[in-house]
């Protein structure tokens, strides 16, 4: 069965920097789109990043672009969530996820596999 576990959230101060890791088991990671959402309460939950299978192509939401970076290791079946200028608006719950339909239908449509999350909060 696919599964997907989270780690690296934590507590930082705006204009801090953390990395996530999502690492993947249960399916053939290097033939699978995978991307980060994440889910503040109250709110509905966002796509925030995705990443091709082979890590050539990638897509961001307008809120990270230019502070977030995803990457994958194949080797490691590992994704990751580098996050730089961290604001406070960026706590929430984050997620990893994977689709078979592609990296860029995680845009607009609901994966169907995903992680425990992990909780990133930032400070004001």
């Known amino acids: 069965q696919v599964q997907l576990v989270e780690s690296g959230g934590g507590l930082v101060q705006a204009g801090g920097s953390l990395r996530l890791s999502c690492t993947a088991s249960?399916?053939?990671?290097?033939?699978?789109?995978m991307g980060w959402f994440r889910q503040a309460p109250g709110k509905e939950r966002e796509f925030v990043a995705a990443?091709?299978?082979?890590?050539?192509?990638?897509y961001y939401a307008d809120s990270v672009k230019g502070r977030f970076t995803i990457s994958r290791d194949n080797a490691k079946n590992t994704v990751y969530l580098q996050m730089n200028s961290l604001k406070p608006e960026d706590t929430a719950i984050y997620y990893c996820?994977?689709?078979?339909?592609?990296?860029?239908?995680?845009?607009?449509?609901?994966?169907?596999?995903w992680g425990q999350g992990t909780q990133v909060t930032v400070s004001t």
């Open positions: 990443i091709n299978w082979s890590g050539g192509t990638t």
């Open positions: 996820a994977t689709d078979r339909r592609g990296s860029s239908t995680m845009r607009t449509s609901t994966p169907n596999y």
């Open positions: 249960g399916f053939t990671f290097n033939t699978y789109p």
